[in-house]
């Protein structure tokens, strides 16, 4: 059975709030220094190539 025309809508905002939030994530992890990161298994390269929004 297909899809109903507002559950496709929640889930593509569900999505894109996902997304909202995972640049968000990384831009306050950016704020954390090298050795924190790189005990977290990322680096600033990783996190810069995922993206990321402004952090208040």
């Known amino acids: 059975m297909a899809k109903s025309f507002f559950r496709t809508a929640f889930d593509r905002v569900v999505e894109a709030r ?19 990161l790189k005990a977290l298994g990322t680096s600033r390269e990783e996190l810069r190539r995922k993206g990321t929004s402004y952090v208040f």
């Open 18 to 36: 996902e997304r909202q939030v995972g640049r968000y994530v990384n831009g306050a992890l950016l704020n954390l220094d090298d050795q924190s």
